[in-house]
C-alpha cells in the first residue's frame, strides 16, 4: 500500500513526493507531519471510536507514515512532546490498518470540583489589565511558565506556527511600538513563521488562523501572569494605512527577523504598580445575537 502512495497531499495543495520531502527543511517537514497526523489519524479516529468500527482500513493513516519514515530517514529527532505525539498515533493507526482492537483507557473529562472552579473562576473574573509597572525584575523562572501557559494554547490542524520573543532590555523595548509608555515590563511579541501555513495551503485557505493562534496564545500568557502574581496588559500592531505606520515591519526591520515571520500582537508583563479598578463588561443578554435580534420593532 506504501508503495503505491506517491505522494503525501494535505487539503489545498498538490502534494509531496519523497524527493521533495527529502528536501524539505526540517521545521515545515515537521509542520506537514503533525497535520497530516492530526487530519488523518486523529479526526477520523475518534470517529471509528464513536461509531465501533472494527473492520480493517488498509490506508489508514498512511500519509502521516509516510512523513514520519522521510523525517526519521533524515536523522532528525525523534524525542521531543510533539513527536512522541505523532509515533503513539502511528501506532494507533497501523492497529486500524491491520483491523486489530485499539484498547482505550483514557478517561472523558470530567467536571471540575467545587473548590477547582473557585480557582478557576478567581482567575477567568479577576483578570485584568495592568500599564503601570514597578521596578521589580521578573524572575525567569516566572517568564519560562508564562511562555510555556503560551505553548499550551490551541492552534488550528496542529500546525504550532507560533513564535515567541522576549524583550527585556531598554533599547529592544524601544523597538516595539505602544500606545502607552512601557518601563519596567517585559515585553512579549507574539509571532508566528509564515511558511508554515503554506505547507498544507492554508495561507489560501483559512489566512486568519495564523493571527487566531497568536491571541489565543497571548491570552493563556496574560491568564498564567494574572495567576503568578503578576499583571499584564494586551498590546496590538498598526496596520500601514493614510494615517498609521506599519509598526510590526518597523519592529521586524530593527530586531532583524527575516519576511517570513509575522507579527500577530505583544504584551507587556511586569510587577503591578498599582492595582486598577477591573473594567465591567455590558450584560450578557446584550452581547448574545439571536436571529431576531435586529429584527426587533425600535
Known sequence: MMEKMMKVAPFGKPGYTKEDMLAMEPDLLRALM?????????????????????????????????????????????????????QD???????????????WNEKPQEPFTEDEMKVVEKLIY??????????????DDLIHKILEAGRAA?????LDEVRFIVLKKPEELNMIWSD??????????????????????????VPQN???????????????????????VWLSKMAKSDF??????????KYGLPDFIGIACHIAIGWPAN????????????????????????
Open 34 to 86: 503533525r497535520e497530516r497526523t492530526h487530519h488523518t489519524i486523529e479526526v477520523p479516529f475518534y470517529s471509528l471510536l464513536a461509531n465501533g468500527k472494527k473492520d480493517a482500513i488498509p490506508a489508514f493513516g498512511l500519509q502521516a507514515q509516510m512523513v514520519f519514515d522521510v523525517w526519521k530517514s533524515r536523522n532528525l529527532p525523534l524525542d521531543e512532546p510533539d513527536l512522541l505525539w505523532v
Open 89 to 103: 498515533y502511528l501506532a494507533i493507526a497501523q492497529k486500524v490498518r491491520n483491523g486489530e482492537p485499539v484498547i
Open 126 to 139: 479577576g483578570r485584568h489589565s495592568i500599564r503601570d509597572f514597578a521596578d521589580k525584575p521578573i524572575p
Open 154 to 158: 490551541p492552534v488550528g490542524c496542529n
Open 180 to 205: 502607552i509608555a512601557v518601563r519596567n515590563a517585559v515585553v512579549i511579541v507574539i509571532a508566528y513563521d509564515t511558511r508554515i501555513p503554506k505547507v498544507i495551503g492554508q495561507n489560501i485557505t
Open 210 to 232: 495564523a493571527g487566531f493562534d497568536g491571541a489565543a496564545a497571548a491570552d493563556h500568557m496574560l491568564l498564567m501572569a494574572h495567576a503568578l502574581g503578576l499583571g499584564g
Open 244 to 253: 498609521t505606520k506599519d509598526t510590526a515591519q518597523e519592529f521586524k526591520d
Open 275 to 298: 492595582q486598577t479598578i477591573k473594567s465591567k463588561r455590558v450584560p450578557l443578554n446584550r452581547m448574545i445575537i439571536t436571529r431576531d435580534t435586529f429584527n426587533k420593532k425600535q
